[in-house]
């Protein structure tokens, strides 16, 4: 087998190239910059094969994975902004690459007779009610733009190719790029106190542990939809920060307050992000870690100039 990474310059591609590269799986990164632009932690994702791509040329595209031999993807790359994602100038383009491009992937995949792995996300289910999501879910109501494109993009795989994993995840944090944990350590270094919503519920999901699942997934053909974060009670965005400060040795303040209160948001976010993993463990997969201790091994490798110990100078630390 050899897999074909999109978006191997965010946090979850990087991560993917290294676990293939652990596997010992012939991979092939790739993303829009014409060269890695990831971070530079020394590890094999660092080194390994990429190709600057523009997936939205379709016929670029596909003479690429066919001249590389690619019979799966494992397509990490989407346009995540999500508050930018509502204007309108912005929507063609979200559109193209979350809605159009895996459709456009899985046609290829198609042809090749090959598999897709599709990452998705908590965004395309209404966010109400207090009921943890179903894989298999199909009602279907997303509340912003960004959502309705990564659920139309869901659908023009499932459309097309039989041989998918749509993985639904969300509260994504990693080493490569910003986030929601490296956020509040900035801000909890400069300020007495910080302002968190406490009504919007899930689990976190470190793209280390959700890495070395998909992987494992993509050498399977348990085809189907499914959901990974981390394990562990669901929690708010407030209760993950007293969390952080908690394990950081920080002692800022954390107040709690409703969406409508913090109020800073031009998307809607859904308060009901649970969602059920109990099909991972079904089909044989091993579920993710303890979101604290995913917490934990994160704030260990991070970089003590982004708020973390340092320990671990690499991603291959913890390979």
């Not at 908590?122 to 990564?150: A, H, L, M, Q, R």
């Not at 790029?177 to 270094?189: A, D, E, P, R, W």
């Not at 929690?235 to 107040?255: C, N």
Request: proline share 4%; hydrophobic share 35%.
């Amino acid at each position: 087998m050899k897999v074909f990474v999109t978006g191997v310059n965010g946090q979850l591609g990087h991560d993917v190239m290294n676990s293939l590269y652990y596997a010992e799986i012939d991979a092939i990164g790739s993303d829009i910059k014409e060269s890695y632009s990831g971070v530079q932690d020394g590890s094999p994702a660092c080194t390994m094969p990429y190709i600057g791509l523009d997936l939205t040329d379709e016929e670029k595209t596909r003479k690429i994975i066919t001249e590389e031999g690619i019979n799966a993807i494992i397509h990490c790359a989407a346009w995540t902004a999500v508050d930018a994602a509502e204007e309108p100038e912005n929507q063609a383009i979200v559109e193209k690459i979350n809605g159009e491009v895996p459709g456009v992937l899985a046609r290829i995949m198609k042809e090749r007779d090959g598999k897709m792995l599709y990452l998705s996300t908590d965004y395309v289910f209404s966010g109400e009610g207090t009921e943890p999501w179903s894989p298999d879910e199909t009602n279907f109501s997303p509340i912003n733009f960004y959502g309705k494109t990564k659920l139309m993009g869901e659908e023009r795989i499932r459309e097309v190719l039989e041989k998918y994993f749509i993985v639904r995840i969300a509260w994504v944090f990693g080493l490569n790029g910003k986030n929601f944990i490296k956020t509040m350590l900035k801000v909890g270094k400069s300020h007495e106190e910080v302002r968190v919503v406490n009504d919007q519920i899930g689990n976190p999901t470190y793209t280390l542990d959700l890495a070395e699942l998909l992987v494992d997934m993509i050498c399977t053909e348990k085809y189907g939809n499914y959901h990974a974060t981390n394990e562990g009670d669901y929690i708010s965005w407030y209760d993950f920060t007293k969390e952080i400060y908690r394990q950081a040795g920080l002692k800022t303040k954390v107040i709690p307050v409703s969406t409508e209160e913090y109020g800073l948001s031009k998307a809607k976010r859904p308060k009901n992000s649970r969602l059920d993993k109990k099909k991972l463990r079904q089909q044989g997969f091993v579920p993710l870690p303890d979101w604290k201790n995913a917490l934990s091994r994160y704030l260990e490798a991070l970089p003590e100039e982004e708020g973390g110990k340092g320990f671990s100078p690499c991603r291959s630390c913890f390979g």
